[in-house]
């Protein structure tokens, strides 16, 4: 695997080799759901880049930021063990040269306000700035992204749309521990007692699922805040949308729908979500 740390040189590299990538954007901490999507996007057959950046701009809690587990060492073993080509490993002032005011000209429209964008204002404009200057800097013939971060899918595919339209976005699903959990960077920092609860968020949104033929979606969710929250669990939100143009849905549908939550165990915040 190659070790790139500049965009000048990574994308000298990529030109001159004439590569098609395959790009993967992480925040690092790497686990199996972060190399399931190195698997997916070696299928195409061509050259598998991931990058590893904890990007400031997304981040809307300091505190969040200060404590996001930063594991290089291991992440680079692991991408190695799973035959990533390439590994860009930026610094801050290599992603925002001229600082982190970067302006996308990207129209979010419904997302800056809704769920993780209502929750975490300014969230999605990071993301939309980093990913927007990576594919500046890789120009990738495809960009992987996982379900469990299903709107931030939505939010790039509306980048993709408005101004990359020759890149391939490829949703991949979502890795789950055996008891459930979406594998997830924070869930290091859940303490053992935690850990044990957390699969109750997954069971919950299966359960609204299946409520689908025999209850309502209001009913549904109002036992599964029930439930939660006897654990100690602190809900941001439970929201009902149809997953074909993201309107918020008051009950269950014959369109394709997704069921998301937010939610804190102490101060670790979790999120996951259910396409059915
Ligand atoms: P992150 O490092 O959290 O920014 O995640 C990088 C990419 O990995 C994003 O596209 C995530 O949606 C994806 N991802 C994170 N957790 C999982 C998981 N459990 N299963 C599949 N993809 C995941």
Redesign the pocket.
Known sequence: MIIFKTAEELSQYIENQNLQIHF???????????I??IHRAKQAGQTTLCSIFVNPTQFNNENDLKHYPRTIEADIQLLIENECDILYLPSVEDIYPNGMQYETGVDLSIHANLLEGFHRPGHFDGVVQVVDRFLQIIRPKAI??????LQ??QVISELIKQKYQDIDIVP?????ESDGL????RNQRLTAEQRKIAPLIYQNLKEITEAKSISTFEIAKKNAITKLEKNGFRIEYITLINAENWDVLEDFSDTKMAVLIAAYLGEIRLIDNILF
């Open positions: 993967v954007p992480t925040m690092g901490a790497l686990h199996e759901g972060h399931s999507l992987y992204l996982g379900e469990k971060d931030q899918v991949c699903p979502t890795l789950r979406a594998k997830s960077s």
